[in-house]
């Protein structure tokens, strides 16, 4: 932890405790390197949203469309919504930044489920609020622990769904049973980064849940299934009052004209998200099946990736180390208090194969 240096600017009490997000790494030794450490698309992106993303390059110096209307409305008829109750942003990461920062202060208490998306912590102590921790049940978010630790100074519940990182979800029934639980003014956050690639039927992204009340907010990402990952582009969905709010607090140009461009044409490529979908679906099986012979427990996933818990005579730091070794980059796990994971994304086929004759080989 960093200690304040007297004699010079302070920041405000609660931001050095903060440990940074740390990214999954991205080098690694070897000619051939498999990055599996990030969630990216092993499919790139639409070749349609590459085209619009180069084509931008002819308006770079004006300023773009502060109010992303394009983007937004090419959303809302995707998935028919109003694109009034849009609200587009640098990423969902920058979404649930925002949030944090117009409905949490000195005082208040927002809550994460255990194995949560480490953002959620950053954004409630960056402004002064406390973050509250409720207990999973086998690596997936348990809606009594989170009744359970609501208190009357808790102003927002954080849920991933799926989750990252162990892949898990809730089904619609207890993400409403969730909502009922919960006071009117405090506000449920429902991150569906991943929800493109689930195929459970008891699964729902929260998009009826914010059309039917007041207190739930969604947000998605264009980083995940559309591989835009470096365009830093998201969306969020809710009610009027809420968007009227982060659209006060937000930047003025807070996305830039390629991501938009890039987006609406990654919105109205159906044929690739398909190929996406069908790609993911027929690879997470495999490496499951694949991975859960050689002594691994997979944690059961319908996101882009996998959780390995490794066993304690073969431990996940020299499991990382044994697949750094021949170029294949996973994501360590101690962070999120799981120090016998490892997270490994869903590749193309070379990728998805080298990993598991690795795993193979170290696990033997």
């Known amino acids: 932890m960093t200690t304040a240096t007297p004699g010079r600017p302070q920041p405000r009490p609660g931001i050095l405790g903060i440990e940074p997000y740390v990214p999954g790494k991205s080098a690694a030794k070897g000619a051939k390197i498999y990055k599996l450490s990030s969630n990216e698309s092993p499919l790139g992106a639409s070749p349609k949203a590459v085209e619009a993303y180069r084509a931008s390059a002819a308006t770079l110096e ?17 998935y028919g919504l109003s694109a009034e109750r849009i609200v587009c942003g640098a990423g969902s990461d920058e979404l649930l930044q925002l949030l944090a920062h117009a409905y949490l202060g000195e005082g208040d208490e927002a809550i994460y489920s255990q194995y949560g998306f480490l953002v959620y912590p950053i954004a409630i102590a ?3 609020a406390k973050a509250v921790v409720a207990p999973e049940k086998n690596q997936t978010a348990d809606v009594d622990a989170i009744l359970a630790a609501v208190t009357p100074h808790t102003r927002m519940v954080f849920i991933a769904n799926p989750n990252n990182p162990t892949g898990t979800y809730i089904p619609f029934s207890e993400v409403k049973r969730l909502h009922a639980g919960l006071p009117a003014h405090v506000l449920l956050v429902l991150d569906a980064a991943y929800a493109e690639f689930v195929r459970a039927n008891d699964y729902e992204s929260g998009i009826a849940l914010v059309s039917e009340h007041e207190n739930v907010v969604m947000t998605r990402t264009f980083s995940k299934i559309f591989g835009l990952a470096a365009l830093r582009l998201g969306w969020l969905y809710g009610p009027a009052h809420v968007v009227d709010v982060l659209n006060r607090i937000r930047g003025p140009f807070n996305v830039t004209t390629g991501a938009i461009l890039a987006g609406v044409a990654a919105m109205e490529d159906q044929t690739f998200v398909d190929k996406a979908v069908a790609h993911n679906s027929m690879w997470l099986s495999w490496l499951a099946a694949e991975i859960g012979k050689l002594g691994i427990t997979v944690t059961p ?17 020299a499991a990382d180390a044994f697949l750094q070794d021949r170029g294949i980059i996973a994501r360590r796990m101690e962070a999120y208090g799981l120090p016998r994971a490892l997270r490994l994304s869903v590749g193309d086929e070379e990728a998805n194969r080298a990993v598991v004759a690795a795993l193979k080989e170290f696990m033997s």
């Open 62 to 78: 004006r300023y773009p469309d502060g109010s992303a209307s394009a983007l937004r409305t090419a959303i809302a008829q995707r």
């Open 126 to 128: 960056s402004n002064g």
């Open 301 to 317: 996933s319908v996101g882009n990736f996998l959780l390995l818990n490794f066993p304690d005579a073969k431990p996940a730091p």
